[in-house]
């Protein structure tokens, strides 16, 4: 049996608040009809991706049934935290559901990195020292409203998703070569080589680094090297120049830097990126 919510007119003659209760129910239940029940909602599931060092996306699908023999037309709203920290709000300004079918709906959300860490630098800082992902909540309701003669039945429906984003990698940075350009009287001209790999699958933007030399268990040299260059997936060779000074080194880092320069290692540490 079809069944129309709409105002239902009445003889019974009502007295104060007794009218509007007729008026409710008759709206309510004519010909038998039933209130209607709020769609059902279920989670299909989410896909995570990194877009960039500082932005992941999250996608959340959901199956939506509406078990009413009217078609239903609302808005969903949504926000998402990281780690307990409230970072995004979202509206779907329209959601439209037919009468005794079910539907897909599809909540795309932005997260940005750095606002769950406060910083670049923090979020470098966490990766440096192990952290490999980061808790998502998603959470929101889908709101309905029947129109039911001079009243309107409001349906809502919580959402939630709960998942895990996987943190960027640092760009990894190793020797290759330490080559001798010129040696003399005061001091020594040298060319690092290096070989940097970006594992993350979009570009990552090397503003800088600190480096220092070591041999023979001795830290000797440091000092910042500021590429300003653009990583690709994959490796790529970033070389840069220095000069050391003999009146800055003792007598054995200035023998292993005339006669044994392979046995010289580089460290790296605090990167910059963006």
């Known amino acids: 049996m079809s ?9 019974m003659l009502c007295k104060r608040n007794l009218c509007s209760v007729v008026v409710l129910a008759s709206a309510l239940f004519l010909g038998g009809c039933k209130q209607p029940a709020p769609p059902q909602l279920s989670l299909i599931g989410s896909e995570v991706s990194l877009k960039s060092f500082t932005e992941a996306m999250v996608i959340s699908k959901f199956r939506i049934t509406n078990p009413n023999p009217l078609p239903l037309v609302g808005k969903a709203s949504y926000s998402l935290q990281l780690d307990d920290k409230h970072l995004v709000d979202g509206i779907i300004p329209r959601v439209e559901l037919a009468a005794a079918d079910e539907s897909e709906l599809l909540i795309q959300t932005a997260v940005p990195l750095v606002s769950a860490f406060k910083s670049l630098g ?15 909540l998603l959470t929101g309701d889908l709101e309905f409203v029947v129109a039911a003669g001079l009243i309107n039945i409001p349906l809502m429906v919580p959402l939630k998703a709960v998942g895990e984003i996987s943190l960027p ?4 940075v190793s020797l290759k070569e330490i080559e001798v350009r010129k040696i003399d009287f005061t001091g020594i001209d040298l060319r690092i080589k290096t070989k940097v790999i970006n594992p993350n699958a979009f570009s990552v933007f090397l503003e800088g ?4 030399l070591t041999a023979g268990g001795k830290k000797f040299f440091s000092g910042n090297f500021a ?3 653009e990583l690709e997936q994959g490796q790529k060779d970033l070389p840069w120049d220095l000069r050391i000074s003999f009146a800055d080194v003792d007598g054995d880092i200035l023998d292993i830097l005339r006669n044994n320069i392979e046995d010289i290692s580089l460290e790296t540490e605090n990167l910059s990126l963006k």
């Open 3 to 11: 069944c129309t919510f709409g105002f239902v007119k009445t003889t």
């Open 122 to 136: 923090n979020l470098i800082s966490n990766i440096s020292s192990g952290q490999k992902e980061v808790e998502y």
């Open 169 to 172: 990698e640092l760009p990894q």
């Open 209 to 212: 680094l600190n480096y220092s």
């Open 227 to 229: 590429p300003a260059s």
